[in-house]
């Protein structure tokens, strides 16, 4: 019997730790089980983790080099695409040139596409599928915490005694914590779960109040809530002192806005008896955390909407101690891991901005030609800068914008427009590879080797179990062999990925002086066997593990230059596009519960494709009479980008005037479907994260 190789789930961001079983290599027979050694999971696995064993199949895999269809090898392959990146960054410079990534990379192959394009190449337009999924909790935590700081652990959900949903499916979305908060609920059931989100989701299932709030609504709520914290006393005038700058403005916001709690009640959409009973269980209970997701982040006002969130948490002290604290969790599972190397537009390197020092600090330590001294394009700017020609050189990687960007025919027209795509993926026929002038076979999960920090900053292993079929290779192999061909030889000419591991663990830690009970350089020194032997473990790590408080900002210190968080006044409400028809019902976009991202994984797995075989539109009972439609029906979803083709699925529980489909579906798998096709590319403009929530639509029988 074969060895079991402990490696990472490829889902979402809460991160599973997966045991393998290869029984047989060549056949690519595997056995799944979870990692009961694992923190995240503790040997739980949720279905699409289950399934993985029919998803390493190699059908459907890209296998070898293409340029045009015109199979090559990869010498031949990387020169072309060294030449042509070459050739404009020449003819145009660095800012015709875009990379486009994706939380499915893992850590070093972020590493080195950023170091290569914002150090070597002197662009900062590379941008990650993040940006559709996290972009305003990061946002949100730098201006409140001075970082891209996640303050909670997962075990804290375990240990509050109220837990505070938002905009969050946990019970799809990161099925996982969602089976631990149910069996912590189980256990104590005195513990309270509110589930704030327009839906009736199957996480309402455990929930002992449901807010079926407005759509936007979100920070008049959570205004509220403040507003009703400073009422009810709750405020730790000692923590707000000693750790945390402008609470007086954030509060003076909050009475502004969501003084009268009638008026906030009606003008969320929820009942005045509903939503006393929040604030009081909210005020009264200290062991409060506040989990939120997508339907906090993609907004036009997510940032504020994040800052609504923490600034309850900061006015009350209720941060950085065991079973409290605000929680962003994140969707893929190289959550944190791209956020730490700079896998954003915004962000420079390990956790750093463009300020000066830092540019400099980068620009020493990668010994730089190049280094960018601002931030480039974000995801939506940089498909519009491909469409308008300004960036005649795009690479995407591990993702499929064609289909998951908001206006996503525009954004296919665009990429079909660009002069020269190059995209590196594991599966031939997507939406996008389609367009790519160059397709480079890379290695899928099952061949891949690296880092991934979860949701709740724990870095797990992806280690390899079975061989890379064809010619594929990890993609930080492939970003540095055109690095090489670009005269950057000697800072790309890594042997293996641990090598790029302790880089980025040795630049975290180059002359960062601020905070010294942190050893940001432990990891920068271990050695091959050691990382191939990485336990997983939360980062950063502790200076010395006997001190090791349990919490970060235990201590009430921040990452800001005098160490005190940041309350912000919030002052914004509502959604980018307001319905100029009355009779335009509000699309709200998600996952489905055994699907990921755009299929080109779970499809594989028909189990996987049982629970919901093909796309749908839930609708209300009422919305649905009103149009003449029946269950099953088919119906055309139209708004001002284009229409989609999806089956009626009538929901009692589905809040009139708002409907729900599923991200997932493309050409490939129906017709018609690609439901972001339909969302315009309205952006928060301070994290720069599209809205995906709340578009205004037209339904009618097909
Ligand atoms: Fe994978 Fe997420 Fe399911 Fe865990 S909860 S098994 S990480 S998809």
Not at 163 to 170: I, M
Not at 232 to 254: I, T
Not at 308 to 322: E, Q
Not at 602 to 623: C, H, I, K, M
Request: proline share 5%.
């Amino acid at each position: 019997m074969s060895a079991v190789v402990s490696t990472a789930c490829p889902y979402c961001g809460v991160g599973c730790g997966v045991n393998v079983r290869v029984q047989d290599a060549d056949e690519r027979v595997i056995q799944i089980s979870g990692d009961s050694g694992h923190p995240a999971n503790r040997g739980r696995l949720c279905g699409k983790g289950l399934a993985l064993a029919d998803t390493v199949t190699l059908e459907g895999r890209l296998l070898r080099p293409l340029i045009g269809e015109r199979e090559t090898d990869w010498s031949t392959a990387l020169d072309e695409v060294a030449s042509r990146l070459q050739q404009v960054l020449d003819e145009h410079g660095p800012e015709a040139i875009g990379f486009y990534l994706s939380g499915q990379m893992l850590t070093e192959d972020y590493y080195v596409a950023n170091k290569l394009c914002k150090g070597f190449i002197g662009t900062a337009n590379v941008d990650t599928n993040s940006r559709l999924c996290m972009a305003s909790s990061v946002a949100g935590h730098k201006k409140a915490f001075g970082s891209d700081t996640v303050p909670v652990r997962y075990e804290d959900l375990e240990s509050a005694d109220l837990v505070v949903l938002v905009g969050s499916n946990l019970a799809w979305c990161h099925p996982v914590l969602y089976q631990r908060l149910r069996e912590a609920k189980a256990q104590r059931p005195d513990m309270r779960i509110v589930v704030i989100d327009p839906r009736v989701t199957d996480t309402v299932d455990i929930a002992d109040l449901h807010l079926a709030i407005a759509p936007g609504s979100d920070t008049l709520l959570f205004n509220g809530a403040l507003h009703q914290l400073r009422l009810h006393a709750q405020a730790d005038y000692v923590f707000l002192e000693q750790h945390v700058d402008g609470f007086s403005e954030a509060l003076n916001a909050a009475e502004r806005m969501a003084a009268d709690p009638v008026a906030v009640a009606q003008a969320c959409g929820v009942s005045v008896d509903a939503l006393a009973r929040f604030y009081q269980w909210f005020c009264y209970t200290e062991k409060t955390v506040t989990v939120y997701s997508q339907g906090v982040n993609q907004s036009t006002i997510g940032t504020e909407k994040v800052l609504s969130i923490i600034n309850c948490h900061l006015f009350t002290g209720r941060i950085g101690k065991p079973g409290m604290g605000p929680f962003s969790v994140t969707g893929q599972p190289n959550a944190m891991g791209g956020r730490e190397v700079g896998g954003l537009a915004n962000q420079l390197a390990a956790h750093m901005d463009f300020d000066a020092d830092s540019v400099d600090r980068v620009a020493r330590f990668w010994k730089a030609p190049n280094i960018v001294s601002k931030p480039g394009l974000k995801a939506v700017d940089l498909f519009q800068a491909v469409a308008d020609g300004r960036i005649k050189f795009l690479w995407i990687i591990a993702t499929n914008p064609a289909v998951s960007m908001p206006e996503a025919a525009r954004v296919a027209e665009a990429i079909a427009s660009c002069p020269t795509v190059v995209v590196s993926d594991c599966i031939k026929d997507t939406d996008t590879v389609r367009l790519a002038k160059i397709k480079l076979p890379a290695t899928a999960w099952a061949e891949k080797s690296g880092t991934v920090t979860n949701s709740e900053r724990c870095i797990s292993r992806q280690r390899a179990f079975l061989p890379a079929p064809g010619e594929a290779k990890p993609d930080w192999w492939i970003i540095c062999e055109v690095a090489k061909r670009l005269g950057f030889a000697e800072a790309f000419s890594y042997q293996h990925e641990a090598e790029i591991f302790r880089e980025h663990a040795r630049l975290s830690a180059f002359e960062n002086f601020g905070r010294r009970d942190f050893d940001l350089g432990a990891l920068a020194v271990i050695s091959e066997l050691e990382y191939q032997q990485l336990p997983p473990q939360r980062w950063p790590l502790r200076a010395t593990k006997a001190k090791q408080p349990k919490e970060l900002f235990e201590d009430g210190r921040f990452f800001t230059a005098n160490g005190k968080a940041r309350m912000h006044p919030v002052v914004n409400v509502g959604c980018a596009v307001s319905a100029s028809d009355a009779q335009m019902l509000r699309l709200n976009t998600g996952r489905s519960r055994d699907q990921w991202h755009t299929m080109t994984r779970t499809a594989l797995a028909s189990r996987l494709n049982q629970y919901r075989p093909e796309p749908t539109l839930t609708l209300s009972a009422f919305d649905a009479a009103s149009r003449g439609i029946a269950h099953g029906d088919l119906v055309q979803v139209r708004s001002v980008n284009g229409a989609a083709i999806l089956r009626a699925e009538i929901a009692e529980a589905q809040r009139p005037g708002q409907v729900f489909a599923p991200i997932h579906w493309s050409d490939t798998y129906s017709v018609n479907a690609v439901i972001s096709a339909l969302v315009t590319a309205n952006t928060d403009p301070i994290s720069g994260q599209p809205e995906l929530k709340a578009m205004p639509v037209d339904v009618q029988k097909w």
